[in-house]
């Protein structure tokens, strides 16, 4: 994308009250994201869920629900224990950037969108640990943050990237490359000028840019090929955007897979039909959270 295109996207996304300023909890949830979970401080979580009424009823909601209640949840540290840290952080982030674009501005599935995200985080994250990568928190939270960019589009193209959607869902093609066609740029330059636009680390923005054009980087880091792998991963699974692409992919002559295994030998070790029917077990259980989280669906989302 040209430096024109990039400094008008800068400019419209200083404009948009909706996600010109991050949500006010987000650097703190960011900070304790980046933590293990055996580390992070309960009652810092249970106060950043109270900090929104709305964010702590939905949590007390889902706490009650029929996936995790075995008895009556009253109270956000009560809700905090029943659902776990892990899956509360997940709630929380979701319900926050959710804050960020009006209901009647969606155009993927909600549902779907946040399937794809939290199974990114989680497939990222799992990878990274059986490779031995020093920060697998950081593999989840780059996971999650990936596609934010398709938010800011839902907002400062939201015709054009309805008709975005349906052709790639005709074509069964992936997305980034209708977007390129039809808008110019893509969910990934909308990401990254957002990341940048919050201060969000140089590793996080190349997650948000490169996950699908890896091989424009000289030198990917290995974050950077751990989200690319995640993402195709779920794609690959079904766990996409709302409609099915023809995908034929090898992970081994993936340029992700290449460079990781330079670095990290233990990938070639791992079993990876193994390794995606585990993560299919773990992906169900993403998708009925999300779907106890963020039912109803949003009224503007768009059928692929």
């Known amino acids: 994308m040209n430096e024109e295109r990039i400094a008008k996207l800068r400019e419209q996304i200083a404009k948009l009250d909706s996600i010109s300023t991050a949500p006010a909890i987000l650097q703190p949830l960011l900070a304790i994201m980046r933590l293990p979970v055996d580390e992070i401080p309960i009652d810092k979580v249970v106060e950043l ?25 009253e109270t956000v540290r009560s809700a905090v224990m029943t659902l776990g840290i892990e899956r509360v952080r997940s709630v929380l982030f979701g319900l926050c950037m959710n804050g960020t674009i009006p209901e009647d501005r969606w155009v993927l599935d909600r549902n779907a969108f946040w399937r794809h995200s939290l199974g990114c985080a989680l497939v990222t994250q799992t990878m990274a640990s059986k490779i031995g990568y020093s920060e697998p928190e950081k ?5 999650l943050l990936h596609d934010i960019g398709f938010l800011v589009i839902s907002v400062l193209d939201h015709e054009k990237f309805v008709g975005c959607l349906r052709t790639a869902a005709a074509r069964r093609c992936p997305i980034d490359m209708v977007e390129q066609e039809l808008l110019g740029y893509t969910h990934e330059d909308a990401g990254s000028v957002l990341c940048e636009h919050w201060r969000f680390s140089r590793e996080l923005i190349d997650a948000a840019s490169c996950h699908h054009r890896l091989e424009e980087m000289a030198d990917p880091g290995p974050l950077l090929c751990l989200v690319h792998l995640g ?7 079904g766990l996409a955007y709302g409609y099915s692409e023809v995908m034929a992919v090898t992970f081994s002559r993936e340029g992700a897979w290449r460079h990781l295994v330079k670095a990290y030998p233990a990938l070639g070790e791992v079993d ?12 169900d259980q993403i998708s009925a959270l999300v779907d106890s989280v963020f039912a109803p669906r949003a009224a503007g989302a768009v059928s692929a």
């Open 272 to 283: 990876f039909f193994r390794f995606t029917l585990d993560m299919d077990v773990a992906i």
């Open 231 to 237: 993402d195709l991963l779920c794609r690959v699974r």
């Open 139 to 143: 593999a989840y939270l780059a996971g």
């Open 49 to 73: 869920v109270s900090r929104d009424g709305g964010i702590a009823a939905q949590c007390l909601r889902v706490a009650n629900s029929p996936l995790f209640a075995r008895r009556a949840v």
